[in-house]
C-alpha cells in the first residue's frame, strides 16, 4: 500500500488548510484510514482517523476545528483543519491499516507533510 499526502504550507493563525492523503497498491476502501502528526521535539500523536463506514474519531484538541473524510472510489482520505494555531504546526502523515483499535499503530504509512501556523 502506498499513501501520497498533499496540501501543507504556511498559514497565518486562524486560518484553513485541507489535506489529502491517496492511497494505491494492494489497498481497500474497508481499511481505516488517518492523520498523525509530529511537532518538533515531541512524539508522534494521533490526529484522526475515519472507517470503511464513515464513522470518525478524533483527539480531543482538533474536535469542532478539524474534519476527516474519505471518498471510498478514489481511495482518499482528507483533512480539513480550520481555525489552526501555533500547536497545530507539525509534519502531518496519513496513515492506514485493515483494521482500527485504540492506541491505533497503522501499517501504513505516508511520507509527511509540513503544516505550518504563523502568528
Known amino acids: 500500500v502506498q499513501l501520497q499526502a498533499s496540501g501543507g504550507g504556511l498559514v497565518q493563525a486562524g486560518g484553513s488548510l485541507r489535506l489529502s492523503c491517496a492511497a494505491s497498491g494492494r489497498t481497500s476502501n474497508r481499511y481505516a484510514m488517518g492523520w498523525f502528526r509530529q511537532a518538533p521535539g515531541k512524539e508522534r500523536e494521533f490526529v484522526a482517523a475515519?472507517?470503511?463506514?464513515?464513522?470518525?474519531y478524533y483527539i480531543d484538541s482538533v474536535k469542532g476545528r478539524f474534519t476527516i473524510s474519505r471518498d471510498n472510489n478514489l481511495n482518499t482520505v482528507y483533512l480539513q483543519m480550520n481555525s489552526l494555531t501555533r500547536e497545530d504546526t507539525a509534519v502531518y502523515y496519513c496513515?492506514?491499516?485493515?483494521?482500527?483499535?485504540?492506541?491505533?499503530?497503522?501499517?501504513?504509512w505516508g511520507q509527511g507533510t509540513q503544516v505550518t501556523v504563523s502568528s
Open positions: 475515519v472507517l470503511w463506514n464513515k464513522y470518525v
Open positions: 496513515a492506514a491499516d485493515p483494521a482500527y483499535r485504540s492506541s491505533w499503530y497503522p501499517n501504513y
